[in-house]
């Protein structure tokens, strides 16, 4: 089966459809995976640049940009490396007000049981989300000590 890295722009044009030209193209490939003629990859690297471009480039707010990313997370077709951090992480960037990549370099951290080594404050009020997650679910298994003062 043939495998496609897909660049942001690809999947901006398929959220926002904004050029209907290249729109049919991506959907094109969008529907091609789903009927499983073909893989699409989905990295994170190219998700933080669509948050970028949606943030900076067309201004959208966090709300907009969360259901964007979210409804592109959960389609079963795409390949998603670390899907559930990814997730995690969005959650945070909503709901938190954090920057979306702290989250992501927060969340990869604690899936691999490691620390944040960072000045940022985001990287705290992740901790105090993590704690509270811990406290009210028992299933989520991520252990983080305090940020060092």
């Given at each position: 089966?043939?495998?496609?890295?897909?660049?942001?722009?690809?999947?901006?044009?398929f959220?926002?459809?904004d050029n209907l030209t290249q729109w049919k193209i991506a959907n094109n490939y969008f529907e091609k995976a789903k009927q499983e003629k073909i893989k699409l990859v989905f990295?994170?690297?190219?998700?933080?640049?669509?948050?970028?471009?949606?943030?900076?480039v067309y201004k959208l707010d966090r709300k907009l940009i969360f259901?964007?990313?979210?409804?592109?997370?959960?389609?079963?077709?795409?390949e998603v490396i670390d899907r559930e951090i990814l997730k995690m992480a969005l959650l945070a960037y909503?709901?938190?007000?954090?920057?979306?990549?702290?989250?992501?370099?927060?969340?990869?951290?604690?899936?691999?049981?490691?620390?944040v080594l960072s000045f940022d404050k985001d990287f705290a009020k992740l901790y105090h989300l993590l704690l509270n997650?811990?406290?009210?679910?028992s299933?989520?298994?991520?252990?983080?000590?305090?940020?060092?003062?």
């Open positions: 089966m043939p495998t496609y890295y897909i660049d942001a722009n690809y999947f901006l044009r959220i926002l459809k990295l994170t690297e190219v998700i933080l640049e669509i948050e970028y471009v949606m943030r900076k259901k964007y990313i979210s409804t592109l997370l959960v389609i079963n077709s795409l909503l709901n938190k007000n954090v920057d979306f990549v702290d989250a992501i370099l927060f969340y990869k951290a604690e899936n691999r049981q490691a620390e997650s811990i406290y009210s679910t299933s989520i298994g991520l252990y983080s000590r305090p940020p060092m003062e």
